[in-house]
């Protein structure tokens, strides 16, 4: 017999429902995960089966967790084996007992089904489901589900408000002494668009104050905060942030470690999945976060192009518009500017690829990418003129001259000391060029699927995974020139990299002269 | 230092991404879960974080599973250990080496992003994502963005005969030799509603050729398969169902075991989660189940009503004329009847409760529910004629008849043996009768909550759990009369669906006189 069996199921004076916790040591990332013996008096009595969702009290700390279920001798019939998301949740030690019972239903799925059904959603709505949703309460399938809804058919006006607001009343806000308070984002959709460092570092050097807080990839190869990882730590909580920003002026931190917008941590997880982005979620995402931060002034930068997010001039006018609208509401001054979306910015894509640029801008060095430098001084400049730091039309000269005499390098320098302490971006371990098939013009570059072939390198769970381009839309190409090089960590990801690149040959199209 | 550490790691011959696969003991239902170390090779050299989605091989078999990682030494650095739901596709034994790699990207995730972005889907774009599902590559996120996107844009005509087509490619077919197959369906929302096994019982005795596939309950307390497999084995294969209409003109088997549109299968258990049916996915999942049983002529039951699946009459005639136009073009002879929705049918609502039903009404016991016989010899009558084995007006007469005379309840009894044995329905453990708060009418009775509560109570995996009514709409009561009596199989539900029924005293609505 063994020796965990069913003699050893209860013990004395343990409340109903109760098991021992055992540290599972599995890591699932987000997903709590309990596993339980398929025979044990809990599942019996409970009608328990597997895939069934559970909810684990230590205390007054819960989770909801998704329940399988052993059969064999893994676990015994007086525990229940955590998973070290659910772990953490519930705070808990070796040999603690928590209790296992049913959720109470979830009422807020009603609303999802109301949505998919064709009705709008109001604030309560919309308070409930985000509550719901930051509680841990929603499973893959219910996220999943509410982001396809959001997506299918387009948030109104009043539902995004909604919707911001939820987003912003579930996490964090940070507030600031200073009057204005600067900030800047981009909708993503073009690949290596690295200019936030510049701008944060050329706006501080001017005396703005802008407490950047970035994201890391949603859908692209690299976030804002997965590339300043490369250079400087950017895990801070709230009191370190406010320390950074008071020194220097400025900072460049991920949003994620301080729950601002906590909510849209957890859809984002969804959304890279699905690889979707819908209108109203990108801008209560946006907005959520820029309110949470305590930002009175904000420059969108709004790339369009065939390959890129917003695909068209009246996409970028539609979307600009319902940015400002809604930003209005919330007592936030936004200018949105519709940039040049037709290719990648810079050359590298991927976390320190991205970061290399970023700094051979700051250092002003000969070969530094200009079309990074160009899009960084335009943004700043308007926000220098947005924040009335600058006169009218006077805000790119002004961001041009603080590049071109150090104190943008300088700053943010700074900044990375003030953060934790400046890095050097890591080279990666293999690296490969793809050569052109063919002598021509490069016709076009693909953003998506660029982006895709850096994701497959690694990025940006691997920092010096992804893709550096050598080539241009325009440029004269020979056969067998190198038009890019793919950087990986290891040799089953550069194979798997190039599988797709030979799959699909016009990801950079040579038009024969 | 632990025994399964890093020097046993490589065994000499072994092909690259090649680990010893150990079986974990672990139901997670449908779901094919993989449990790989952290730090193992495979785990390194491909870049795999946890949650990764990755492809195992056991020589041609594979399928795509989610990949957790353990820290401690749970799994040893050559070992992945695997769910039985992925264990049992791969056909393994114990010791088999399998390979873990990057499953190819999954293109058909592109045509479920168009639609969400409205474009509407061809052919070939259902084909792809139908063979993707019944293939185990779509994660829970994927099925549910797919069928949210389904539902919240009502797929066309064009849509939904093509996404039936797909349901009915990617599965096998019967073929019979008779020239007249009838079949019926009911489109769900109607608790009780029970009378599929009568119909078949009444034509089978009557002549006509009726093997009744039947699903397990969707978003419902109990399917027609559940409530059946109560009286009779119901997991029959191709060759037994074969067997057992030569025999007896007529069976009520489980449709999954057959793999009939196996797609659907998989793609309810989201539905069920989601509680979601959308019009296109329930003519597909409808008439696919149709189209492969090689039926010719089939009745179709809506119940209408304000709180069925059905609300309006003319919602009725819309859904009616799309499911008729559809089955047209698929050679299928379909009427539908619209029936009273009003409250549920019979008394039991659950498994064994509505099979208990369904047995008094075939023994036409005193007390047997009348409303559950009308609604059989009506849909038996209509069916009768449709074939035309009866007369025009002629059909429920002569269904009457059948069950009158006891033909039908001495057919049903033989096709009860056919299929394995004729089984007496199990009872519950604990009940508990709700009472009336106050005396008065009965109002109405909320279809879905009502069903929601014998779900809470434990069906439809808990045969006898479930929900016995006492009253109807119109009935009059006293304060303190039972209403209905919750069954369960354990304490845990029994109080689940009391906290559940005390939150909502008007699932059974009185008005005071």
């Given at each position: ?27 699932t ?8 013996h ?12 597997a ?8 205390g ?15 676990i ?7 998973s ?8 808990l ?16 799925l009603s609303?999802v ?14 308070n ?23 997506a ?6 009043k ?5 911001t ?21 981009c ?6 668009n690295?200019t ?11 005396g ?16 804002t ?36 917008s ?22 209560a995402?946006?907005?959520s ?6 930002s ?7 790339p ?71 899009r ?8 220098l ?5 600058a ?9 041009t001259a ?11 320098q ?11 971006p ?23 699927r ?6 497959l390198?690694g ?5 010096a ?34 599988d797709y690149?030979?799959a ?10």
């Amino acid at each position: 017999m063994n020796g965990r069996g069913k003699s050893e199921t209860r013990h004395a004076g343990m409340a109903p429902n109760s098991v021992r916790a055992r540290r599972l040591g599995l890591d699932t990332q987000y997903e709590a995960i309990v596993v339980m013996h398929k025979e044990c008096d809990v599942c019996r009595s409970e009608g328990f089966s597997a895939h069934t969702r559970v909810l684990l009290c230590n205390g007054k700390r819960q989770v909801i967790a998704t329940l399988y279920q052993a059969t064999g001798d893994l676990i015994s019939h007086d525990e229940a084996a955590l998973s070290e998301s659910a772990w953490r949740r519930l705070s808990l030690n070796e040999g603690d007992t928590i209790t296992v019972t049913h959720p109470a239903p979830l009422d807020s799925l009603s609303h999802v089904r109301s949505r998919i059904y064709g009705h709008d959603l109001g604030e309560p709505a919309f308070n409930a489901i985000v509550r719901d949703v930051v509680d841990g309460k929603y499973s893959d399938i219910y996220l999943s589900s509410f982001l396809t809804a959001c997506a299918a058919r387009p948030l109104d006006h009043k539902e995004v408000l909604a919707l911001t607001h939820a987003m912003v009343e579930t996490g964090e806000r940070l507030r600031w002494p200073a009057g204005i308070i600067v900030d800047k984002h981009c909708v993503g959709g073009l690949p290596g668009n690295r200019t936030t460092p510049l701008i944060v570092a050329i706006v501080a050097s001017l005396g703005l104050t802008m407490p950047k807080t970035s994201s890391r990839a949603i859908t692209s190869p690299a976030g804002t905060a997965d590339a300043m990882e490369t250079m400087a730590p950017v895990d801070l909580d709230t009191a370190a942030i406010r320390q950074v920003v008071e020194r220097e002026g400025g900072c460049v931190v991920w949003g994620g470690a301080i729950k601002l917008s906590p909510a849209d941590d957890i859809l984002i997880r969804v959304e890279r999945a699905l690889d979707l982005d819908s209108e109203g979620q990108l801008i209560a995402s946006v907005l959520s976060k820029k309110i949470a931060a305590g930002s009175t002034h904000v420059v969108i930068d709004l790339p369009v192009g065939p390959t890129a997010k917003v695909r068209s001039a009246e996409t970028a006018k539609a979307l600009s518009q319902d940015i400002v609208e809604v930003a209005e509401t919330f007592g936030l001054k936004v200018k949105t500017l519709a940039t040049d979306g037709l290719q990648p910015v810079g050359r590298g894509i991927g976390p320190a690829l991205e970061a290399r640029d970023v700094l051979s801008v700051l250092r002003c060095e000969p070969d530094a990418p200009q079309d990074l430098r160009q899009r960084a001084t335009a943004l700043a400049g308007a926000l220098l003129e947005l924040a009335g730091a600058a006169p009218p039309d006077g805000g790119e000269t002004l961001a041009t001259a603080a590049l071109d005499n150090g104190r943008a390098w300088t700053k943010f320098q700074r900044i990375c000391e003030a953060q934790g302490g400046m890095r050097v971006p890591p080279t990666s371990s293999q690296q490969r060029p793809l050569l052109a098939e063919r002598s021509g013009d490069v016709l076009a570059i693909d953003n998506r699927r660029i982006a895709r072939l850096a994701k497959l390198a690694g990025a940006p769970d691997d920092k010096a995974a992804g893709v550096d381009l050598h080539v241009s839309v325009g440029d004269e190409v020979t056969l067998g020139q190198p038009l890019c090089t793919v950087h990986t960590e290891s040799p089953g990801e550069l194979a798997y990299a190039f599988d797709y690149a030979s799959a699909n040959h016009d990801i950079i199209a040579i038009r024969e002269p």
